[in-house]
């Protein structure tokens, strides 16, 4: 484990800035922080979470998938994509990077591979830090998600005096091996104590199990509860207030719907993705119709599929990580607790059987 006087931190991010693109958490002027690249005089920000999350650099907003040319009856397909250089994401929180692991089970563990999602991926290295303090609005702790103990290819801890970093991938060894001469000149300690790192994991833990929703019960959002959850009445009275903005869907570090579209540029066409929403009234439209025509339909699957769905399908993992980006932002106050809360305390659903 590597100690690093956290004055000197800027120095560390010189060195990886000279080889990598390096991005961290910056505050913006209205308060707000959010993922940027580093240059000289930007300082980390230390709130405890951004507005968008880290995903974004893994399964981009918008992207250029390919270009079609047609000479008169021949059509080509060109590919798009450049050769990407590794980049560094620093200051990772827990719950961020337990979502990519979520992402990585739809786009990585089955097949088809998603080849712009892996080649990102496979890019990216992530080095995460752990959470001293939470928001009123976090319940990671609800998905066993370990704020004290943040994954990513390298972890960090930080006081108000000192950051301690260790390696737990090739990745992340490789970095901090590269970097081996920076934190020398820094005034690093190679081989630090880890007693004031298991310290401070032990007032982490402490301080995560005051979250306000980590006593949520989650024992009715089961495969075997499917229909029942399905078809409760409770869908109409949370539904009814819902905008279907989509603002949930875009600050949700597991959301990974995405929509196609073609623009015609002249002699060519242009193919990109862009990020959807599952609350959006043409969201999978067909030529047919849209199979789901009502608002209530629409925000029924964005939770069954967060709680139910995903989770009967991949390891009973939920796909949400507690973040607590949509209780912020939700603009009539509807978020993922509420939900959780309004299902459990329904009696009324049918055991069984169709929706009528």
Request: with cysteine.
């Amino acid at each position: 484990m590597i100690k690093l006087p956290l004055d000197k931190i800027d120095d560390i991010f010189t060195a990886i800035a000279e080889s990598k693109k390096l991005y961290l958490p910056v505050d913006k002027d209205d308060g707000d922080a959010e993922y940027t690249e580093w240059t000289a005089g930007k300082k980390w920000s230390n709130a405890v979470n951004t507005v968008r999350s880290a995903k974004d650099f893994f399964f981009a907003k918008t992207e250029s998938l390919y270009d079609i040319k047609m000479h008169d009856k021949k059509i080509d397909i060109v590919d798009t994509r450049s050769e990407l250089d590794d980049f560094v994401l620093f200051g990772v929180r827990a719950c961020d990077a337990a979502s990519f692991a979520i992402i990585d089970r739809v786009y990585l563990r089955q097949d088809p591979v998603d080849t712009y999602y892996k080649n990102r991926r496979e890019h990216g290295i992530i080095i995460t830090t752990a959470c001293t303090k939470t928001m009123p609005t976090c319940f990671c702790k609800l998905f066993d998600i370990d704020a004290a103990n943040p994954g990513g290819d390298i972890s960090s801890w930080k006081d108000e005096t000192s950051i301690w970093f260790e390696p737990l991938t090739d990745k992340g060894r490789a970095l901090l091996d590269s970097l081996k001469t920076a934190f020398e000149k820094a005034g690093a300690e190679a081989d630090a104590s880890t007693e004031p790192v298991d310290d401070l994991k032990n007032k982490i833990t402490a301080v995560m199990s005051k979250q306000p929703f980590a006593d949520e019960k989650m024992e009715k959002f089961k495969g075997e509860n499917l229909l029942e959850l399905f078809n409760s009445k409770k869908w109409g009275e949370l539904s009814e207030s819902c905008l279907g903005c989509g603002t949930c869907t875009y600050v949700c570090p597991t959301c990974m719907c995405y929509n196609i579209r073609d623009f015609k540029v002249g002699d060519e066409t242009k193919r990109y993705r862009t990020w959807d929403s599952c609350m959006y009234s043409d969201f999978t439209k067909m030529a047919a119709a849209n199979p789901r025509t009502t608002q209530l339909e629409r925000f029924r699957q964005r939770f069954m599929h967060k709680l139910v769905y995903y989770p009967a399908k991949y390891e009973n993992v939920y796909a949400c990580v507690g973040c607590g980006r949509c209780l912020q932002k939700c603009p009539v106050s509807m978020n993922i607790v509420k939900v959780m809360r309004s299902l459990n305390e329904d009696t009324t659903a049918p055991k069984g059987g169709a929706e009528k």
